[in-house]
């Protein structure tokens, strides 16, 4: 038998490296369902990102705002000892994992971008530091090793994911609606000065439509400094003072805004307005709030449809 | 968002609105009027779009929305094409107000903090006026208010849902009472109230006498000059003059009023025969809605269907207007001896 050629080798090493079937994203919705409908639980990989970080991370608790995780690496190979490291037909990742136990903190749903696995409760309780599993590790994995030098390629890897966890906390936040925190409106703002065809008036010419200015007035619409100098200008108050009215938004719309399910389309109104995700999410919390909705019964506001009738007005807009 | 604090500036706003509609396309009131989706749908500077109630939601929990850029009135579809236009007419209201200075701009002037209220209540009003425009139905009713004939005429003549008609005939009732859609079990499907308390949506009333004599023959109508509502709560109230009338054989209007009877020539109301002595009833001091049967853990006082109870009446009670920037703010947030506010000062 002919030694194989440097090319069929280069073939053979990249069938070995091939992405396991269920992580694609076939094989993701046939395990976890449509992206849109997908929900956030305990004992979920998700690959955590915002910009250029992205961060492999086990749930271990699931709130509204944020997620109790611990970061999980798959390579290169690095541990410390306080890591249970899983070995490959463990997980559906098919390659060794270290779940780095010692790095449990919080980090904010609105990174979580897509769910890659999910993990046994044996496994999941064995990586909870909090449940102190230590004890009894499940099959197919073993404690950590220790970082025995600052030059270890390990300490390397923990460094980093520190720095992504930060990264990813600081990811953009929207203002949320706290009781007992009233933010004035631009009716207030300008008091005597208020008069709303004079608003339409020096909003216009930048581009605004009336129903734009009504939003702005009713502080659904934040201001762009343009916007808002124009403002200061027409009516002579404080530029600041101006840009400052823009009500917060409630806790369940923005609960729901920043869900996963909803990233694609957010990235995709970032493309097509040539904006970042962020400031699309911006324009779209603010745009449900903004939308006029005819809801029946009593109730708080269902932001739920609103969401869905305001992504089906966004679409025919692009058609 | 608490409905029917501008009744008075909601309707003259939609009489405005109106006005406005005619001028931008004559003769358009009279076509919507017939069937307002289909004249909608063939209007070129506005997309009317349907949408599907998706599984898991309560129905129509949000009949409608009105987005601006690019003009769209979305509408989810009921069942009933009434609905759906009376939903397709509050959104053109919507449309009307955004796109009209004058129309936006009387919304300011006349509630500044509340204007999102107003232009609500006024889109209701605007879609009403349009499908069951008072100045023509009035004459066709009697000095004392309607007959529950009237209301079923009105729903066979209009494209008027069958809540809109009894919204409408219970606005003409001289004295207190109540016009009420049920289905044919007896149970309440819609009430409009005219100085009473309403039956709850989804109350059975078919051990009522009115409704009872309804539900016996299933058809045809009913008088009876000893009926009464039945409570959520399983009191009675007191004994009211009511009359009821099949429509389709699914749906039954009933009206039952407590003095100046429109059917009666002469008809006084019973003193002391409410059968709710047991329990008061208790309105809500923010929002005016009726209690529910929850209690407030912490102030013991019932919690209304929005959620209010004795502690937001008490913080309400303890706010006070700043003068400069008009919020109603908590004694905290001013400083002793002052009367503006601490951002204010």
Known sequence: ?319 | MTRGKYPNEARSQAFAMIDVLEQRRPGVVERLRVDPLVELEGWDDLAVVYVDEPAGYDRCSVAGSYLHMPPTLRITVAASQRRNGFTGLHELGHHLQKTDITLGGRLFEICPHESETLEEEACDAFAAEILLPDDELRPAIGPKGPLARDVADLFERSSASREACCVWAARQLQGAGVVYLLDADGVVQFAAPHSFIPPARRSDQSGTPLIAAALESQEGHFTRDDTHLRYGNGTLSETLYGQAVWIDQHYLIAIAVRDIVPWKQLAVPRAYTGGSQSRKWQICEICNDFQSDETCESCSEPRCRDGHCGCDVAKARKERPCPQCHLRLAPSRFRPGETVCNDCA
């Not at chain 1, 955590?48 to 991370?57: E, H, K, R």
């Not at chain 1, 779940?99 to 890659?116: I, K, S, Y």
């Not at chain 1, 409106?185 to 581009?207: H, I, R, Y």
């Not at chain 1, 917060?248 to 909803?262: E, G, I, N, S």
């Open chain 1, 1 to 319: 038998m002919n030694d194989p050629t440097v090319s069929d080798r280069l073939l053979e090493l990249a069938s070995q490296a091939r992405v396991p079937d269920v992580l694609t994203e076939a094989g993701r919705q046939a395990r976890f369902g449509e992206p849109r409908s997908v929900q956030v639980r305990r004992g979920q990989v998700w690959r955590a990102s915002w910009d250029d970080v992205s961060l492999l991370v086990l749930l271990l608790d699931v709130g509204d705002f944020d997620v109790t995780m611990t970061p999980v690496t798959l390579d290169p190979p690095a541990e410390d000892e306080h890591c249970l490291v899983l070995e490959p037909r463990g997980t559906a990742f098919g390659v060794p994992v270290t779940v780095w136990r010692g790095l449990q903190a919080e980090l904010p749903v609105r990174v979580l971008d897509a769910v890659l696995d999910q993990w046994t409760d044996e496994f999941v309780n064995a990586a909870d530091q909090r449940l102190e599993a230590d004890a009894d590790l499940p099959p197919r994995s073993r404690r950590g090793t220790p970082i025995l030098s600052e030059f270890d390629q390990a300490a390397m890897v923990r460094a980093e994911i520190l720095d992504d966890l930060d990264t990813l906390r600081g990811s953009p936040v929207l203002p949320i609606e706290s009781e007992g925190r009233s933010t004035p409106s631009l009716v207030n703002v300008l008091a005597d000065k208020f008069s709303f065809e004079g608003l339409v008036t020096a909003l216009m010419p930048l581009g605004l439509t009336q129903a734009e200015v009504m939003d702005i007035v009713r502080g659904y619409k934040p201001m762009t400094p343009a916007q808002a100098f124009a403002v200061s200008e027409s009516t002579g108050v404080d530029h600041d003072l101006v840009l400052q009215a823009v009500r917060p938004l409630p806790a369940d719309l923005v609960a729901q805004v920043q869900h996963p399910r909803l990233r694609t389309v957010w990235r995709e109104h970032a493309a097509r307005d040539n904006t970042d995700e962020a400031a699309a999410r911006e324009a779209g919390a603010y745009g449900v709030l903004a939308m006029a909705a005819r809801q029946t019964g009593s109730g708080p506001p269902d932001w739920s449809r609103r969401i869905e009738q305001y992504l089906l007005g966004s679409r025919s807009e692009e058609r």
